[in-house]
Each structure stands twice: as structure tokens, then as C-alpha cells.
């Protein structure tokens, strides 16, 4: 096992094989005592050559038995961003790997199916990070949990199709086309696991979070899915326009124009592509507060209109959603990834963006906007919060919907002045308090408190994934805008901080280009 990828198997006796038949070929992963575990299955064509900024393609069947017990590549990424526990996995644009976790446990019938897709701002990341490991989830909600590396940055989330010509094409929503692909394979594929084709949860968390809004809103993914969880949805769906301007900055920034750029794109060595282009994103966010320059791109066809407004139309997908926040989502980015609005000279320009009379609501609504801790609350529920209390108020007009917000934080990460950051909410999804780490965390004193809290969660989405509903105790979202508040003391309240939500729910969505109405 690679270092850095241990799991829940590490204190049992060698698995013997698993060998399952996929719709490609014959496939070889590791069975253990509580579960089993199948690693890199390619579910599209290597995105390489010619297909680099192409939709993914069916995979070539193989012959012999494939191994399928350790992690291949993640996407492209800046490095060291792949991090999967205590060590970092290897980057290559040959990707498109999907991983199935199941208890080993015979099952009287097929099990529901959890897709997980990880976050990282569409810039990095990885399905083999240790927290993602799943096993956990697979045992207490006897179920089979999914997940799979898609494109990110340049090769995942720029619209270069301005650029395409008949020797060199291109096409747009890379990441979302990918991410279709690997429902598509669930979908032929996960009876062979065990898991029901007919009962799939799609489960994302921050830029995950995203894609399962935009995946709600995707045609083509109509029917791959059955419920959704959304942890986190940050701003993310940009208009054709900012796409073109942002897609044509990048290619000045490699150095082309517009005759050399079809070339340079597909040619090029994809580390270079990878570091202009993310200067350019590092600019981009810095000048515009508010603006994600790689999110998924309204382009008329794979993604016809922003996920919101498809929802409010009654256009997107109606199957029952689970979606929220955390309490203190500014924090991690004002203390490891300064990109967001969370200085007051950033909110500065995020309110000279919006305009006088959005600038005074947030203001009375946020008094201490102008100091380090309330500009990074003020910056963490733009971010975050909006939007996902926004989509909740158009999904729940179509479907069942139930919205959370996360305040716990163990011991430790308030003293440490992140609070319930952005991202902790999976200590509990994943049962991250029963690795050593986790019991590190929680020291001294906490454990038990993260053992409740992450019985609740488990217990909720897992409830969620088998019958469409979380468990007792959690009403709909609407009337009322109920909202279940996750603490050491569980409660429900009716429309929390209204005040703020109302502010934050009329600004504008945020452009690179002239400002746009409201979601």
C-alpha cells in the first residue's frame, strides 16, 4: 500500500484478490475482512494528445486481468497539491480513474450507491486523499461508496473553444462532461460491486459541492442520479463572456496569439500550460473579490443556463437534496489560501462592485465587516453560505430539500481560530475521529463529542442515501426555511441570521466582466 493512502484495512490479515468484470474488462482489487476495495479504474480514455481538451471518450476494452489495489495519477494540478495523507500522489493528465469501496459482507440486496466527488476549487485535489477513504460510510450505512478524479485548471475548466480548429478541437466543460462520464459508469457498471444502479446519491463537498448543483442542472446527466448532497457549494457558473475573456488572457499569458494558439494549447507540455495559467487565476480572484475564473461555463449546450436559474425554472433535476454550510468557512482560506474576500480591502472592492445600496444592507448586516474577523465572516458566507442557502430556496420549490449549517469544532480547532472551517464537516461524513489523527484533534476531551456528532451525520446522509429523507428529527427546509443546526446540542432554527441572508442573497453574481443580476 502506498504511503500516505492507509485506510481502514491497515490492522487486518493480507486481503485476498477481488476480481470483478467491468464493461472493459476484467478487474483485480483487494478484499479485506470488513471491506473491499478497487483502486484507478479507467472509465474514459486518457485525456492526452489530441483528446486533451476533448470530452472524455468510452474506454478500450483490455484483455487479462487489470490491477486495480493502488491509486494511478490524479489530475493536473499545481505541485504538492494531490495530497493524500502523509504523502503526495503523482500528477498526469491520464486521470480519469474511478474507485469503489463495499462492505465485503454478503448483502440480500443491491446496496445504494454514494458518488463522492472531491473538492479544491477545481484547481487541486484528489479521490485518494486518506479522508476520502469511505470505508467507514460503506460499513455503517451498508453501502457502496464511489469516487474518481476528474479534470481540473486549464484542462478541466477553461473554455478555450474560441480557439479550436479542425486539426486542433476543443470543447468546453471539460470537468462536468468527465463527471457525467463517471455517472455513466456507475450506472453500466456497479451492480458487478453490488451497489443499485437505481439508488446513486451524488455527494459533493466545496468545488464537489458545485458540481453536484451544476450536475442538477446538466441534461445529460438526467436519470445518472437519484438524491444529492451539496457540502459547501461555493460561487461557480460562469457566463460564455467571462469564460472567452478569461480563456483569452490565459492564452496572452503563454505567450500565443491567436494563430499560435491552437497549437501551443494541444502541444504544449501540460506543467507549463498549468503554471501561466494559474498566475493568471491568482490575478484574476485578486482583481475581481468573488470571482472563481475555473467553475463550469454556461455554454448553451452541455450546460444551458446557470444551475440556478435552471433550478428556479423547475428545469433542473427534482430529486431530494441535502444541502449546507459551516459556521466558519472563511477561515481556513484567510490562514492557508488567500484568494477569497476575507480582508476588508477586498470586501472594499467586492462593495464597489455591488453598489451603494448593497454596500449599506451588508454593512448593517455584517457592523464589524472592516476588522480581520468580521471581514473573514462576511467573506466565508459570501462564498459559501449565499449560495448555497440561495439554491436551497429554488431546489425546494421542486423537490424535498434540507439544509444544515455546521457549527461544530472540536477543542483544538478553536483554539486554534478556525472554527467550524470549511471542509470539517468531513471529520464527521468520513469518521475521521477514529483514526489516530482524528484522535489527536480531539484531545483532551472531545472525543466523545466528535463520536455524537459524527453519528448524527452518518446516520442522517446515510438514511438519505437509502430512502430519500435524513433521519429523524431533520424537517424540510421549507415552510419556514428550517434549517438543522449541527453542534454538540442538535437543534433546528427558522431562517437563521435572516438579516445576513437577505443582504448576501441581492448581490450581484460575480463577473469578471459588467455585473450581473442576482442569482
Known amino acids: 500500500m502506498r504511503r500516505g493512502t492507509r485506510d481502514d484495512n491497515r490492522l487486518q490479515r493480507p486481503p485476498s484478490e477481488a476480481t470483478i468484470n467491468t464493461d472493459a474488462g476484467v478487474v483485480r482489487g483487494t478484499r479485506g475482512p470488513r471491506v473491499s476495495r478497487w483502486r484507478s479504474i479507467p472509465y ?13 471518450q468510452p474506454v478500450k476494452p483490455w484483455s487479462g486481468v487489470r490491477d486495480a489495489t493502488v491509486f494511478g495519477n490524479a489530475a493536473m494540478q499545481f505541485p504538492g497539491g494531490a495530497r493524500t495523507g502523509l504523502g503526495v500522489q503523482a500528477v498526469h493528465e491520464d486521470c480519469l480513474t474511478i474507485n469503489v469501496t463495499a462492505p465485503t459482507a454478503p448483502a440480500t440486496a443491491p446496496r445504494p450507491v454514494i458518488v463522492f466527488i472531491h473538492g479544491g476549487g477545481n484547481l487541486f485535489g484528489t479521490s ?39 486539426r486542433h478541437p ?38 464537489g459541492a458545485n458540481a453536484v448543483r451544476t450536475l442538477l442542472a446538466t441534461p445529460a446527466a438526467g436519470g445518472l442520479f437519484h438524491r444529492a448532497i451539496a457540502e459547501s457549494v461555493m460561487n461557480g457558473a460562469l457566463s460564455a463572456d467571462d469564460a472567452a475573456r ?12 491567436r494563430d499560435s494558439a491552437p497549437t501551443l494549447l494541444a502541444e504544449a507540455d501540460a506543467a507549463v500550460i498549468g ?59 484567510a490562514k492557508h489560501l488567500d484568494q477569497l474576500p476575507t480582508t476588508p480591502d477586498r470586501l472594499q472592492r467586492l462593495f464597489d462592485q455591488a453598489g451603494a445600496g448593497h454596500t449599506e444592507r451588508l454593512r448593517a448586516a455584517y457592523p464589524d465587516w472592516d476588522t480581520p474577523a468580521g471581514a473573514i465572516r ?6 459559501f453560505w449565499r449560495p448555497s442557502v440561495h439554491f436551497a430556496g429554488q431546489h425546494t420549490r421542486h423537490a424535498p430539500t434540507y439544509v444544515y449549517r455546521y457549527d461544530y469544532a472540536p477543542r483544538a480547532m478553536r483554539l486554534t481560530g478556525y472554527g467550524a472551517a470549511h471542509g470539517s464537516e468531513l471529520f464527521a461524513v ?59 446540542a442538535v437543534r ?16 450581484p453574481r460575480p463577473t469578471l466582466g459588467p455585473t450581473e443580476p442576482p442569482e
Open 44 to 56: 474514459a480514455e486518457p485525456p492526452v494528445g489530441q483528446l486533451r481538451f476533448v470530452g472524455p
Open 128 to 166: 485518494a486523499l486518506a479522508l476520502y477513504s469511505g470505508g467507514r460510510l460503506a460499513v455503517t450505512g451498508d453501502l457502496v461508496f464511489v469516487s474518481f478524479n476528474y479534470r481540473l485548471g486549464a484542462f478541466g475548466y477553461l473554455d478555450f473553444t474560441e480557439f479550436a480548429t479542425a
Open 170 to 207: 476543443f470543447e468546453s466543460n471539460l470537468g462536468l462532461r468527465d463527471q457525467v462520464a463517471a455517472l455513466e459508469w456507475v450506472r453500466r457498471n456497479i451492480a458487478a460491486f453490488g451497489g443499485d444502479p437505481a439508488n446513486v446519491t451524488i455527494m459533493g463537498e466545496s468545488a
Open 246 to 257: 478569461f480563456a483569452r488572457r490565459c492564452v496572452t499569458a503563454l505567450g500565443a496569439d
Open 275 to 333: 503554471r501561466a495559467v494559474g498566475r493568471e487565476i491568482n490575478r484574476a480572484m485578486r482583481e475581481r473579490p468573488g470571482f472563481m475564473p475555473v467553475t463550469p461555463v454556461v455554454d448553451g449546450a452541455w450546460l444551458p443556463e446557470h444551475p440556478a436559474d435552471a433550478v428556479a425554472a423547475g428545469r433542473g433535476h427534482a430529486v431530494p437534496l441535502i444541502i449546507g454550510s459551516n459556521r466558519d468557512e472563511g477561515t481556513l482560506f
Open 378 to 383: 462576511l467573506g466565508g458566507d459570501y462564498t
Open 430 to 488: 468520513f469518521g475521521f475521529g477514529e483514526t489516530p489523527a482524528g484522535r489527536l484533534l480531539t484531545a483532551p476531551g472531545g472525543r466523545r463529542d466528535l463520536r455524537r456528532v459524527t453519528r448524527l451525520i452518518q446516520g442522517h446522509w446515510t438514511h438519505f442515501a437509502r430512502h430519500g429523507t435524513p433521519g429523524a428529527g431533520w424537517p424540510a427546509y421549507t415552510p419556514g426555511r428550517r434549517t438543522l443546526i449541527i453542534d454538540t
Open 492 to 507: 433546528v432554527n427558522q431562517d437563521p441570521e435572516a438579516d445576513r441572508r437577505l443582504a448576501l442573497d441581492a448581490l
